[in-house]
Protein backbone atom coordinates (compact mmCIF):
# COMPACT_ATOMS: atom_id res chain seq x y z
CA UNK A 1 0.00 0.00 0.00
CA UNK A 2 1.41 3.48 -0.89
CA UNK A 3 2.71 5.58 1.58
CA UNK A 4 -0.18 8.01 3.19
CA UNK A 5 0.48 11.24 5.24
CA UNK A 6 -2.04 13.59 6.30
CA UNK A 7 -1.01 15.33 9.18
CA UNK A 8 2.36 17.10 9.10
CA UNK A 9 2.30 18.48 12.79
CA UNK A 10 2.47 15.31 14.38
CA UNK A 11 5.39 15.50 16.60
CA UNK A 12 5.46 10.95 16.95
CA UNK A 13 6.73 8.34 14.40
CA UNK A 14 4.67 6.04 13.36
CA UNK A 15 4.62 2.93 10.69
CA UNK A 16 3.67 4.56 7.19
CA UNK A 17 1.17 1.89 6.06
CA UNK A 18 -2.39 3.21 6.37
CA UNK A 19 -4.87 0.59 7.29
CA UNK A 20 -8.26 0.73 5.65
CA UNK A 21 -11.38 0.26 7.63
CA UNK A 22 -14.95 -0.50 5.18
CA UNK A 23 -17.73 -0.89 8.62
CA UNK A 24 -20.31 0.03 5.90
CA UNK A 25 -20.30 -3.98 5.26
CA UNK A 26 -21.09 -5.27 9.05
CA UNK A 27 -23.23 -2.25 9.50
CA UNK A 28 -25.06 -2.89 6.23
CA UNK A 29 -24.81 -7.06 6.32
CA UNK A 30 -23.54 -6.80 2.60
CA UNK A 31 -20.66 -8.52 1.46
CA UNK A 32 -19.35 -9.41 4.59
CA UNK A 33 -19.79 -13.70 4.93
CA UNK A 34 -16.33 -14.20 3.58
CA UNK A 35 -14.34 -15.00 6.46
CA UNK A 36 -15.96 -13.86 8.89
CA UNK A 37 -17.24 -15.58 12.48
CA UNK A 38 -20.18 -14.33 14.18
CA UNK A 39 -20.60 -14.37 18.06
CA UNK A 40 -23.55 -13.84 19.77
CA UNK A 41 -23.15 -12.90 23.68
CA UNK A 42 -26.27 -13.34 25.79
CA UNK A 43 -27.73 -10.52 24.86
CA UNK A 44 -31.38 -9.15 23.58
CA UNK A 45 -31.36 -9.63 19.74
CA UNK A 46 -32.77 -6.53 19.17
CA UNK A 47 -31.58 -6.34 15.39
CA UNK A 48 -33.39 -6.08 12.72
CA UNK A 49 -34.43 -9.92 11.78
CA UNK A 50 -33.52 -9.55 7.84
CA UNK A 51 -30.36 -8.20 8.96
CA UNK A 52 -29.83 -10.93 11.69
CA UNK A 53 -30.15 -13.53 9.64
CA UNK A 54 -28.33 -12.30 6.58
CA UNK A 55 -25.19 -11.48 8.93
CA UNK A 56 -25.52 -15.42 10.51
CA UNK A 57 -26.31 -17.15 7.63
CA UNK A 58 -23.85 -15.41 5.30
CA UNK A 59 -20.61 -15.85 7.85
CA UNK A 60 -17.82 -18.87 7.21
CA UNK A 61 -18.46 -19.71 10.96
CA UNK A 62 -21.42 -19.14 13.18
CA UNK A 63 -20.92 -19.25 17.19
CA UNK A 64 -23.08 -19.58 20.04
CA UNK A 65 -21.98 -17.90 23.90
CA UNK A 66 -23.61 -19.65 26.68
CA UNK A 67 -26.86 -17.72 27.24
CA UNK A 68 -26.37 -16.37 24.07
CA UNK A 69 -27.52 -20.47 22.60
CA UNK A 70 -30.74 -19.62 24.47
CA UNK A 71 -30.95 -16.21 22.57
CA UNK A 72 -30.43 -18.04 19.24
CA UNK A 73 -33.03 -20.89 20.43
CA UNK A 74 -35.79 -18.43 21.33
CA UNK A 75 -35.74 -16.47 17.78
CA UNK A 76 -35.89 -19.14 15.59
CA UNK A 77 -38.36 -20.51 17.77
CA UNK A 78 -40.06 -17.12 17.68
CA UNK A 79 -38.49 -15.08 15.00
CA UNK A 80 -38.21 -17.15 12.09
CA UNK A 81 -40.57 -18.58 9.45
CA UNK A 82 -40.27 -21.92 7.99
CA UNK A 83 -38.65 -19.81 4.62
CA UNK A 84 -36.35 -17.72 6.86
CA UNK A 85 -34.48 -21.17 8.49
CA UNK A 86 -31.03 -19.66 10.18
CA UNK A 87 -28.28 -22.04 9.95
CA UNK A 88 -27.39 -24.21 13.34
CA UNK A 89 -24.46 -22.48 15.27
CA UNK A 90 -21.05 -24.41 13.99
CA UNK A 91 -20.03 -23.65 17.69
CA UNK A 92 -21.34 -23.48 20.97
CA UNK A 93 -19.28 -22.48 23.88
CA UNK A 94 -19.34 -21.26 27.82
CA UNK A 95 -19.67 -22.25 31.35
CA UNK A 96 -23.38 -23.14 30.52
CA UNK A 97 -24.28 -21.41 33.64
CA UNK A 98 -26.79 -19.40 31.92
CA UNK A 99 -27.70 -21.67 29.02
CA UNK A 100 -30.75 -23.78 30.21
CA UNK A 101 -31.01 -27.27 29.23
CA UNK A 102 -33.89 -27.17 26.75
CA UNK A 103 -31.38 -25.33 24.42
CA UNK A 104 -28.51 -27.18 24.99
CA UNK A 105 -30.75 -30.20 24.06
CA UNK A 106 -31.85 -28.28 21.03
CA UNK A 107 -28.44 -27.50 19.74
CA UNK A 108 -27.28 -30.81 20.81
CA UNK A 109 -30.01 -32.72 18.48
CA UNK A 110 -28.35 -29.76 15.77
CA UNK A 111 -24.95 -32.11 16.04
CA UNK A 112 -23.61 -28.90 17.14
CA UNK A 113 -20.35 -28.45 17.79
CA UNK A 114 -20.02 -28.10 21.69
CA UNK A 115 -17.03 -27.14 24.10
CA UNK A 116 -17.64 -26.29 27.81
CA UNK A 117 -15.48 -23.15 28.90
CA UNK A 118 -14.92 -23.93 33.15
CA UNK A 119 -12.40 -21.26 33.30
CA UNK A 120 -13.38 -18.45 35.78
CA UNK A 121 -10.24 -16.51 35.33
CA UNK A 122 -11.60 -15.56 31.41
CA UNK A 123 -14.82 -14.11 30.23
CA UNK A 124 -17.39 -16.45 28.35
CA UNK A 125 -16.61 -13.79 25.26
CA UNK A 126 -12.79 -14.22 25.40
CA UNK A 127 -13.26 -17.95 26.14
CA UNK A 128 -15.07 -18.33 22.97
CA UNK A 129 -12.43 -16.55 21.12
CA UNK A 130 -9.49 -18.69 22.41
CA UNK A 131 -12.55 -21.73 21.59
CA UNK A 132 -12.06 -20.18 17.79
CA UNK A 133 -8.09 -20.65 18.11
CA UNK A 134 -8.49 -24.55 19.69
CA UNK A 135 -10.70 -25.98 17.06
CA UNK A 136 -9.03 -24.10 13.92
CA UNK A 137 -11.86 -22.24 12.89
CA UNK A 138 -9.89 -19.62 13.11
CA UNK A 139 -7.78 -20.36 10.08
CA UNK A 140 -10.93 -19.59 7.99
CA UNK A 141 -11.26 -16.17 8.79
CA UNK A 142 -9.99 -12.91 8.84
CA UNK A 143 -12.68 -11.11 11.15
CA UNK A 144 -14.94 -11.40 13.99
CA UNK A 145 -18.24 -9.61 14.59
CA UNK A 146 -19.90 -9.91 17.76
CA UNK A 147 -23.30 -9.63 17.95
CA UNK A 148 -23.98 -7.90 21.83
CA UNK A 149 -25.45 -4.46 22.96
CA UNK A 150 -23.92 -1.81 24.71
CA UNK A 151 -27.01 -0.84 27.16
CA UNK A 152 -27.59 -3.17 30.49
CA UNK A 153 -24.47 -3.77 33.16
CA UNK A 154 -21.77 -1.54 32.75
CA UNK A 155 -19.24 -4.14 34.21
CA UNK A 156 -20.10 -6.44 31.10
CA UNK A 157 -19.79 -3.47 28.62
CA UNK A 158 -16.04 -3.29 30.23
CA UNK A 159 -15.76 -6.97 30.18
CA UNK A 160 -16.42 -6.71 26.62
CA UNK A 161 -13.99 -3.68 25.18
CA UNK A 162 -11.72 -5.59 27.83
CA UNK A 163 -11.36 -8.57 25.56
CA UNK A 164 -10.79 -6.46 22.89
CA UNK A 165 -7.39 -6.06 23.98
CA UNK A 166 -7.31 -9.63 24.63
CA UNK A 167 -8.13 -10.28 21.69
CA UNK A 168 -4.87 -9.13 20.04
CA UNK A 169 -3.13 -12.14 21.60
CA UNK A 170 -5.50 -14.57 21.62
CA UNK A 171 -6.30 -14.16 18.10
CA UNK A 172 -3.21 -11.83 16.22
CA UNK A 173 -4.20 -10.45 13.40
CA UNK A 174 -7.81 -10.65 12.92
CA UNK A 175 -10.15 -7.59 13.80
CA UNK A 176 -13.11 -7.86 16.40
CA UNK A 177 -15.68 -5.86 16.20
CA UNK A 178 -18.53 -5.65 18.98
CA UNK A 179 -21.65 -4.48 17.14
CA UNK A 180 -25.03 -3.49 18.89
CA UNK A 181 -28.09 -2.55 17.52
CA UNK A 182 -27.24 1.16 17.20
CA UNK A 183 -23.28 0.90 17.06
CA UNK A 184 -20.18 -0.27 15.70
CA UNK A 185 -16.92 -0.48 17.87
CA UNK A 186 -13.30 -1.86 17.82
CA UNK A 187 -9.97 -1.00 18.29
CA UNK A 188 -7.49 1.17 16.35
CA UNK A 189 -3.99 -0.23 17.28
CA UNK A 190 -1.38 2.33 16.55
CA UNK A 191 -0.85 3.70 13.44
CA UNK A 192 -2.35 5.80 10.42
CA UNK A 193 -5.68 4.56 9.72
CA UNK A 194 -8.37 5.53 6.83
CA UNK A 195 -12.37 5.06 7.99
CA UNK A 196 -14.76 5.16 4.81
CA UNK A 197 -17.80 6.42 6.80
CA UNK A 198 -21.39 5.22 4.94
CA UNK A 199 -22.65 8.46 3.63
CA UNK A 200 -26.26 8.12 5.51
CA UNK A 201 -23.93 8.43 9.03
CA UNK A 202 -22.63 11.55 8.12
CA UNK A 203 -25.64 13.15 6.46
CA UNK A 204 -27.58 11.91 9.42
CA UNK A 205 -25.58 13.54 12.15
CA UNK A 206 -24.24 9.87 13.34
CA UNK A 207 -22.05 10.06 16.40
CA UNK A 208 -18.67 8.89 16.82
CA UNK A 209 -16.03 8.42 19.44
CA UNK A 210 -12.52 8.03 20.34
CA UNK A 211 -11.74 6.38 23.62
CA UNK A 212 -8.25 5.84 25.22
CA UNK A 213 -9.13 3.06 27.13
CA UNK A 214 -6.05 1.72 29.67
CA UNK A 215 -3.49 4.42 28.85
CA UNK A 216 -2.89 8.01 27.69
CA UNK A 217 -3.05 7.67 23.72
CA UNK A 218 -1.73 11.14 21.70
CA UNK A 219 -4.05 11.49 18.22
CA UNK A 220 -4.80 13.73 15.56
CA UNK A 221 -7.58 13.42 13.15
CA UNK A 222 -9.33 14.75 9.88
CA UNK A 223 -13.04 14.64 8.33
CA UNK A 224 -14.43 14.66 11.79
CA UNK A 225 -16.50 17.59 12.95
CA UNK A 226 -14.01 18.28 16.01
CA UNK A 227 -10.34 17.64 14.72
CA UNK A 228 -7.84 16.20 17.41
CA UNK A 229 -4.11 17.92 16.50
CA UNK A 230 -1.70 16.24 18.49
CA UNK A 231 -3.79 15.75 21.53
CA UNK A 232 -3.78 13.38 24.56
CA UNK A 233 -6.38 11.09 25.35
CA UNK A 234 -6.46 9.92 28.42
CA UNK A 235 -9.59 9.36 31.62
CA UNK A 236 -8.82 12.60 33.58
CA UNK A 237 -8.16 14.95 30.75
CA UNK A 238 -9.68 14.44 27.22
CA UNK A 239 -11.80 11.69 25.87
CA UNK A 240 -13.51 12.36 23.03
CA UNK A 241 -17.50 11.27 22.89
CA UNK A 242 -19.99 12.31 20.91
CA UNK A 243 -17.99 13.80 18.09
CA UNK A 244 -19.36 13.72 14.47
CA UNK A 245 -18.08 13.57 11.02
CA UNK A 246 -17.55 16.52 8.28
CA UNK A 247 -16.43 13.97 5.80
CA UNK A 248 -16.81 10.91 4.69
CA UNK A 249 -13.01 9.92 5.28
CA UNK A 250 -11.88 10.16 8.55
CA UNK A 251 -7.89 9.64 8.97
CA UNK A 252 -6.66 9.05 12.58
CA UNK A 253 -3.05 8.21 13.34
CA UNK A 254 -3.02 7.43 17.11
CA UNK A 255 0.54 6.30 18.85
CA UNK A 256 -1.22 3.46 21.16
CA UNK A 257 -4.36 1.61 20.88
CA UNK A 258 -7.96 3.61 20.67
CA UNK A 259 -11.38 2.67 20.79
CA UNK A 260 -13.35 3.95 17.94
CA UNK A 261 -17.47 3.33 18.45
CA UNK A 262 -19.93 4.76 16.24
CA UNK A 263 -23.67 5.11 15.74
CA UNK A 264 -25.37 3.13 13.16
CA UNK A 265 -28.68 5.01 13.53
CA UNK A 266 -30.25 7.79 14.92
CA UNK A 267 -32.04 5.99 17.56
CA UNK A 268 -30.43 6.12 21.04
CA UNK A 269 -30.79 3.12 23.80
Not at 50 to 69: C, E, K, L, P, Q
Not at 99 to 119: G, H, Q
Request: hydrophobic share 40%; aromatic share 8%.
Amino acid sequence: MTQMVFIRSCSFQLPSPVVTWSPADLIEARNCGNELAVVLLNRPILFNKDYFRTIWNNASVRVTVDGGTNRWVDFVKEQIAPDDQLKPPDLVTGDFDSCTDESMAYVTRLNCRIIKTPDQNATDFTKSLMALQSTGYADKISRVLVLCESSGRLDQIMANINTLFLAQKVLPHKAVFLRSSNSLSWLLPSGNHLINIPSRLVHERIWCSLIPIGHRVIGSTIGLRWNLDNRVLEFGNLVSTSNAYAEQEIKIINDNSLLWCMGTSPKDM
